[in-house]
Every structure is written in structure tokens, then in C-alpha cells.
T-cell receptor
């Protein structure tokens, strides 16, 4: 099993749709979790941290399920500008080296 | 100036050239990273410096040589590269532990 797994997609959705991505991780000792957004040929940018209690930032909601070892990202009311690759990142405890998923591609069309 | 700054943004070099990529962070972080991202491929960790210690991916060829003179500056020295080394090279920094990485804009390298 890969350390961090994501469905590569692409997820092709119309504007205004709600879309959800999941990411599973194998290291049960992982301590922190993040979603990044990466536009084509650009650097990854931190979208949001993922907290145990779940957290929301505008149209974006992130959740963590430690028992099943997955995190999720929900995007409501999708915009054309949400089209990007979304990277799941997991930090193991006691290490400076995070593990990146391969990313999920989202395409929002008119 | 804030964040993570990389220079140059674009670099074209021949296989016999020697060049260096530079990264500077103004976030007070104590760990810095080099990543490579080839076209349509995932991020590949090359090197990590934390508290002036170096951790490296053993699969990185010796034609890539990192240097970290202090916690704010990181270099990647390049020599006798191959065309397959053409990629986006990303620098990042973090406070370590449970903190997220912050990336620079990257250097797009083309080896001819």
C-alpha cells in the first residue's frame, strides 16, 4: 500500500457543483495533514490544514478520519478558477519529511 | 520581503555547464527542501536540511549538489546535467514537525 493515495481523476464537473476528494494514508502515527492546490506549471500552495474536528474555509471543507486513515476535501459551488490539481500531504510524527500524494486533478467547466 | 524566493525563475543550460539555483526564506523556518517535478509527474524529494543537518534521497545523482550555509539560504549546484534533468525545481521551507511546507515559485530548468 502506498503511503499516501489519491484518485488521480480527472474529476470533470460543471460550475456550481459540489465535489469531494478523498486521500488515504498508511502511517497511523501521522500527526498533521494538509491540502495543497497546484496550478499547471506552478508551485503547490497551501490550501488548508486538516484538523481532527474538521474545518471549513469558505467553500472548502476538510475532514480527518483517523480510524479509517483518510482525509477529505469538499468543494461547494465550484468555480472555473478551482480547476487545478489538489495534493494531499501527510506529516509523520518526529520527521521533517512530509509525504505528498500524487494529486487529484479537478476540471470545472462552464 | 516575505516568503520563499527562488532565483532564477527560468534557466537554460547545456550539458557541460555549471550553474546554481538559489533559494532564500524569510519565514524564520529551520528546515529547507529541494524538490524536483518533471512534466505531469508527482513531486520528488531531493534534499532536506534541518537544523543544518542534511537528509537526501539516495536516488539523486551526484551531478546535483546542495549547499545550506545557514537556515535562510539554500543552493542547488548543477554540473554536467542530462536532458532528462529538465524539470521544475522547487524550494520549500518549514518549521518542521507538524507544520506545513511553504514553496517558492520554482526554477524551470531546461537542459539542452
Amino acid at each position: 500500500r502506498k503511503e499516501v493515495e489519491q484518485d488521480p481523476g480527472p474529476f470533470n464537473v460543471p460550475e456550481g457543483a459540489t465535489v469531494a476528494f478523498n486521500c488515504t494514508y498508511s502511517n497511523s502515527a501521522s500527526q498533521s495533514f494538509f491540502w495543497y492546490r497546484q496550478d499547471c506549471r506552478k508551485e503547490p500552495k497551501l490550501l488548508m490544514s486538516v484538523y481532527s474536528s474538521g474545518n471549513e474555509d469558505g467553500r472548502f471543507t476538510a475532514q480527518l478520519n483517523r480510524a479509517s486513515q483518510y482525509i477529505s476535501l469538499l468543494i461547494r459551488d465550484s468555480k472555473l478558477s478551482d480547476s487545478a490539481t489538489y495534493l494531499c500531504v501527510v506529516n509523520p510524527g518526529g520527521s521533517y519529511i512530509p509525504t505528498f500524494g500524487r494529486g487529484t486533478s479537478l476540471i470545472v467547466h462552464p | 520581503e516575505t516568503g520563499v524566493t527562488q532565483t532564477p525563475r527560468h534557466l537554460v543550460m547545456g550539458m557541460t555547464n555549471k550553474k546554481s539555483l538559489k533559494c532564500e526564506q524569510h519565514l524564520g523556518h529551520n528546515a529547507m527542501y529541494w524538490y524536483k517535478q518533471s512534466a505531469k509527474k508527482p513531486l520528488e524529494l531531493m534534499f532536506v536540511y534541518s537544523l543544518e543537518e542534511r537528509v537526501e534521497n539516495n536516488s539523486v545523482p551526484s551531478r546535483f549538489s546542495p549547499e545550506c550555509p545557514n537556515s535562510s539560504h539554500l543552493f542547488l549546484h548543477l554540473h554536467t546535467l542530462q536532458p532528462e534533468d529538465s524539470a521544475l525545481y522547487l524550494c520549500a521551507s518549514s518549521s518542521g514537525g507538524t507544520s506545513p511546507l511553504h514553496f517558492g515559485n520554482g526554477t524551470r530548468l531546461t537542459v539542452t
